[in-house]
């Protein structure tokens, strides 16, 4: 019986592969150099996050929450992501995201469909809604493992109980603590069922 179902954000419930990249391709910004750094092991990855939005801060010291939202309204939902999660809730299903993604998108989904658990990275604000140099760190990309171990805790639900779909070898984390986990848009290479680019397919594929 599956009661936890957990997603991936970006490249899964969204056509947009990074919430973050989006966000620095409107800006006219660039941080690979040290998305490198992390990569490498060189920093950590809250180092990273705070390099992240350094980066825009610089090009917009003045920049608001709402400036970030607006840009992130651009970014397109998958098709049929809705119609998932919502027909997962109407069976009873917990929903959750878990995502290295920020977090503003995922309050973003949920206007449209039923998301439980939005844990993914909050970027601070002070009281006026401007953008800090730091945030919270809820999601470390290569741990996402930890993160749904967890909610499964706190929600005392089982591995055996729990589904995942994620969209890349990246996601290989996610699927650790699940019984059954599902791809978009790639080949399951550890195990995960592939799922084609129709989100929906999973719909029959666990019912």
Same mark, same amino acid.
């Given at each position: 019986m ?20 989006y966000?620095?391709?409107? =800006?006219?910004t660039?941080?690979?150099?040290? =998305?490198?750094?992390?990569r490498?092991?060189?920093?950590s ?5 705070q390099s992240? $939005?350094?980066?825009w801060?610089?090009?917009h ?11 992130l ?13 919502n027909?997962?809730k109407?069976?009873? $299903? ?27 990275? $909050? ?5 006026d809604?401007?953008i800090?140099p730091w945030g919270?760190?809820q ?8 993160? $749904? ?10 591995m ?17 603590n ?5 791809i ?16 929906r397919?999973?719909l029959?594929?666990?019912?």
């Amino acid at each position: 019986m599956i009661r936890l179902a957990i997603f991936d954000m970006d490249g899964t419930l969204t056509e947009e592969p990074s919430s973050w990249e989006y966000v620095h391709r409107r =800006f006219h910004t660039d941080n690979h150099r040290n =998305f490198r750094l992390y990569r490498n092991g060189f920093i950590s990855y809250e180092e990273f996050f705070q390099s992240d $939005v350094t980066a825009w801060l610089k090009m917009h010291p003045r920049l608001r929450k709402d400036d970030v939202m607006s840009i992130l309204r651009g970014i397109r939902i998958r098709d049929g992501a809705s119609t998932v999660i919502n027909r997962l809730k109407d069976a009873g $299903v917990i929903t959750a995201v878990v995502s290295g993604g920020i977090s503003w998108l995922c309050d973003i989904l949920t206007e449209k469909m039923r998301i439980d658990y939005n844990i993914s990275n $909050v970027i601070a604000t002070d009281e006026d809604g401007f953008i800090q140099p730091w945030g919270k760190i809820q999601v470390i990309p290569e741990r996402k493992n930890l993160a $749904v171990k967890s909610l499964q805790s706190a929600l005392h639900i089982s591995m055996d109980e729990t589904i995942s779909v994620g969209d890349s070898m990246e996601n290989g984390m996610i699927h650790i603590n699940s019984a059954r986990s599902y791809i978009i848009g790639g080949k399951g290479r550890q195990g995960e069922i592939p799922l084609g680019n129709d989100i929906r397919r999973l719909l029959s594929l666990i019912w």
